[in-house]
């Protein structure tokens, strides 16, 4: 069975420092990957998404993600975080046939320090 | 667009009772999930709808649970006779998806937590 998993539970940064989370997932066959973020009191949202082309993807508020086949990972990343990053984040993988079937990890919180 | 919806958004019962959670997806969107969620981890799939059939129920799914989407709109979750350990925040998500291939984001609702008594 496919899984999930997130090197931090939590990571608390001061403004302007750089963020990497990392994501490995353990699944042989084609993979859709994704990346949600979700804000306090909010629901999950999309942050980006990759499912083939160029391994590096761009998502919203300046996140970017990097896809190495080899390791199996999906790791996020943003420059400079800002306070309003704070949030929990999710990566998740969708496998299978039809592609039916979401994995998500445990989860990342971070805390951004003002 | 105007989100997933899920009703209620609290839902706290005694412990043997039945209880049917909604979720209306955005519209046309032809895949629907229910996930479940606890502290500290992230969503746990339950199953899945493509259009009116589900396609997918988990395998560590107890049979207490049912789902169905009759219309191929809304979808419906029922837990029967509940345990304490169904406690838990349960969201729904919706998705685009007329290849079938499963690189289409899903679009989450707020979630029904459940709290049993």
């Known amino acids: 069975a496919q899984s999930v998993s997130q090197h931090n539970h939590h990571v608390i940064l001061s403004e302007a420092a750089s963020l990497e989370l990392g994501c490995n997932y353990s699944y042989g066959g084609t993979v859709n990957l994704f990346w949600y973020v979700q804000y306090p009191g909010q629901h999950l949202q999309l942050l980006l998404k990759y499912f083939s082309g160029d391994p590096l993807v761009k998502g919203i508020k300046g996140f970017e993600a990097e896809f190495i086949k080899s390791k199996f990972s999906f790791n996020l990343r943003k420059p400079s975080v800002q306070w309003s990053d704070t949030a929990e984040y999710f990566c998740a993988v969708n496998a299978g046939n039809y592609g039916q079937n979401f994995v998500f990890g445990p989860g990342t919180r971070l805390s951004v320090l003002p | 667009d105007t989100g997933v919806s899920q009703d209620p958004r609290h839902k706290i019962t005694k412990r043997g009772q039945n209880v049917t959670f909604r979720c209306d997806p955005i519209s046309e969107h032809n895949r629907l999930y229910w996930y479940r969620q606890t502290l500290g981890q992230g969503p746990e799939f339950l199953t899945y709808?493509?259009?009116?059939?589900?396609?997918?129920k988990s395998r560590l799914l107890s049979d207490r649970f049912s789902a169905e989407r009759p219309k191929g709109s809304f979808s419906t979750l029922e837990i029967q006779r509940t345990e304490q350990g169904d406690s838990a925040m349960y969201l729904c998500?919706?998705?685009?998806?007329?290849?079938?291939?499963?690189?289409?984001?899903?679009?989450f609702g707020d979630g029904t937590r459940l709290s049993i008594l």
């Open positions: 709808f493509q259009n009116e059939a589900q396609l997918e």
């Open positions: 998500a919706s998705s685009a998806d007329p290849g079938g291939n499963g690189n289409q984001p899903q679009h």
